[in-house]
């Protein structure tokens, strides 16, 4: 009989996050059905890519995630865990799955926690109450899975996590799908001209990401260049804005979300990411994976992520010109370029494949249960 878990999130729409539960969800196959809660529940697009033959549910009247602290609410959370064998929270936005075990543990199955990072109102300082409450929530947490060394940092100073209960799991992609050649016709509307530089992100559009300044800074580029900002989001029309006060329309293009990146990754010259915070993101994995050099901030594990030979065109500072300089150099030197892509591929075959990820999640929930191997 499959293991029934229960998976809290705050959106289900495709982030990294998102994309990586799918993906073990994937993996686990027969041996568990799913129920999924989004604390949003307009935002499910992330359901599209779970297999066909996955068992799983949409929970249709699950008790409320937001909302004012109320004992009520807790109990009512607490009492609709109780059903499943295998409680999954991730990040903030599902915090409050933890605080009702916490409040109502008698009876409650195991939880572990994923934390992957912070939204823009954390980006450059936690919030004090956010931490108080995470540090009281995360006590009935069984397990809490980071997938970077500054979360690991952060889980055990600020939020009072022992290495027991701590486990840092990096993240994997299926890095072989990306060394195949991309389809061109992948993008719609995506057409790149002779001499053209091609900058592409993936990034959801939301103001952590900050893609205006992206923009700001390939619109000082003397090189002649196209921007790919693969990703849906609320900050869509303030891009635009931005694209418009450049003067950059026909120079950027942005088709909403696409599944698969693997088919059109390799089509980008250059990877880019303007981010105020990130930890690990699998989009770094996934240019590195098709052979591109990065261009970012110094931010979470980026630094540690990268090839060596990709860490100078790494910005400390959130400077436009910055940003720019890096872009210029590997534009103008594509066979450097090009080095560099080469050496990021092979570090992201031999630090980033799937198979380790999906182990190592697979023995964390095997052994929160305390059932070791039943999900392989």
């Not at 029934?4 to 998102?18: D, M, P, Q, R, W």
């Not at 580029?221 to 303030?238: C, F, T, W």
């Not at 999906?358 to 392989?376: F, S, V």
Request: proline share 7%; charged share 25%; no cysteine.
């Amino acid at each position: 009989m499959p293991i029934h878990i229960l998976h809290l999130h705050s959106t289900f729409n495709l982030g990294g996050k998102e994309a990586r539960a799918v993906r073990l969800m994937n993996a686990f196959g027969d041996r568990a059905r799913h129920t999924i809660v989004s604390a949003m529940p307009d935002q499910l697009a992330a359901r599209d890519a779970i297999d066909k033959g996955i068992k799983y549910e949409v929970a249709q009247d699950p008790p409320p995630l937001t909302g004012r602290p109320s004992v009520k609410r807790y109990e009512d959370i607490a009492r609709y865990m109780r059903r499943f064998d295998l409680v999954l929270t991730y990040n903030w936005g599902a915090i409050d799955g933890a605080m009702a075990a916490r409040v109502f543990g008698k009876g409650a199955p195991p939880i572990v926690h994923h934390e992957d990072g912070f939204n823009a109102d954390e980006a450059t300082r936690l919030n004090p109450m956010r931490n108080m409450y995470r540090k009281i929530a995360l006590k009935a947490a069984n397990a809490l899975v980071v997938p970077s060394t500054v979360l690991e940092g952060i889980a055990k100073q600020h939020w009072g996590i022992g290495a027991d209960r701590l486990r840092r799991i990096p993240n994997g992609i299926r890095t072989e799908l990306y060394a195949k050649k991309p389809d061109p016709k992948a993008i719609p509307g995506f057409e790149k001209k002779p001499g053209e530089t091609v900058i592409g992100t993936l990034a959801g559009l939301r103001p952590v990401k900050d893609l205006p300044l992206l923009v700001t800074a390939v619109a000082g580029m003397s090189s002649r260049m196209k921007l790919v900002i693969v990703g849906e989001g609320p900050e869509r029309a303030a891009i635009e804005a931005t694209v418009k006060a450049m003067a950059l329309e026909g120079k950027v293009l942005m088709p909403g979300f696409l599944p698969d990146p693997h088919r059109y990754v390799g089509l980008f010259d250059i990877f880019a990411l303007t981010s105020l915070s990130e930890q690990a993101p699998i989009s770094v994995i996934e240019a590195m994976a098709a052979g591109l050099p990065v261009v970012a901030s110094t931010v979470g594990d980026i630094p540690q992520m990268v090839a060596e030979e990709n860490r100078k065109y790494l910005s400390p500072e959130r400077s436009a010109v910055l940003f720019r300089d890096r872009i210029e150099v590997l534009a103008q030197h594509p066979d450097g370029a090009k080095h560099v892509g080469k050496a990021n591929q092979e570090r992201a075959r031999a630090l980033f494949g799937e198979a380790d990820m999906i182990r190592a999640y697979a023995a964390l929930y095997g052994e929160a249960m305390g059932r070791p191997g039943i999900l392989g």
